[in-house]
């Protein structure tokens, strides 16, 4: 059964970069893309991006701008940074696996990561 | 960028039928395949229908997907409503660009 697990600090400065990684396991990280996906407490899901396995992404435009994704196949992990932070990046953050039709079957438990100082 | 837009809240009765709907702004609707989840408190959320009408196994058959391109919308329907079906439902796509946008989701009360 394949299992996703994020992690990274739960707490993070404003203007400071946001760093998390996500490691799965019980499959292999190739043949799919992966994604970030967050959510505020009490608000909805918003799509960070994707990363295929050949490096390949696709962010969202609102966050373009402040975010990088990479992945290390060896690891079977993959990664999300997200620059300049401020309080409206609090949220819990989703990792993913995305398969070809645009369906998300495997998420991680999700991190709650907050914006403070 | 596109937006799907969902009724912040519906509520039914246990043993009825409810649909959900999940209205895209731009683009068609039958361009790229729509996705819904179920999200309980506290959890992450799960897929209920994907490619339009498909359902992961395990997924009871009182949870059917459809999409109608003169409304340029997809709709989420639960039959047989059971109270363990209360929950938020988020509808999902995509576009030509590979960038996904989510509904802004739809708590179901089950009452």
């Known amino acids: 059964q394949v299992q996703l697990q994020e992690s990274g600090p739960g707490l993070v400065k404003p203007s400071e970069t946001l760093s998390l990684t996500c490691t799965v396991s019980?499959?292999?990280?190739?043949?799919?893309?992966w994604s970030w996906i967050r959510q505020p407490a009490g608000k909805g899901l918003e799509w960070i991006g994707r990363?295929?396995?050949?490096?390949?992404?696709n962010y969202n435009p609102s966050l373009k701008s402040r975010v990088t994704m990479s992945v290390d196949t060896s690891k079977n992990q993959f990664s999300l940074k997200l620059s300049s932070v401020t309080a409206a990046d609090t949220a819990v953050y989703y990792c993913?696996?995305?398969?070809?039709?645009?369906?998300?079957?495997?998420w991680g438990q999700g991190t709650l990561v907050t914006v403070s100082s | 960028n596109f937006m799907l837009t969902q009724p912040h809240s519906v509520s039914e009765s246990p043993g009825k039928t409810v649909t959900i709907s999940c209205t895209r702004s731009?683009?068609?609707?039958?361009?790229?395949?729509v996705q819904w989840y179920q999200q309980r408190p506290g959890s992450a959320p799960t897929t209920v229908i994907y490619?339009?009408?498909?359902?992961p196994s395990g997924v009871p058959d009182r949870f059917s997907g459809s999409i109608d391109s003169s409304s340029n919308s997809a709709s989420l329907t639960i039959s047989g409503l059971k109270t363990e079906d209360e929950a938020d439902y988020y509808c999902?796509?995509?576009?030509?660009?590979?960038?996904?946008?989510f509904g802004g989701g739809t708590k179901l009360t089950v009452l």
């Open positions: 490619e339009d009408n498909q359902r």
């Open positions: 019980g499959g292999s990280i190739s043949s799919y893309y």
């Open positions: 993913a696996r995305g398969s070809m039709g645009g369906s998300y079957h495997y």
């Open positions: 999902q796509s995509y576009d030509s660009s590979n960038h996904e946008v």
């Open positions: 990363i295929y396995t050949s490096g390949s992404t």
């Open positions: 731009s683009g068609s609707i039958a361009s790229n395949y």
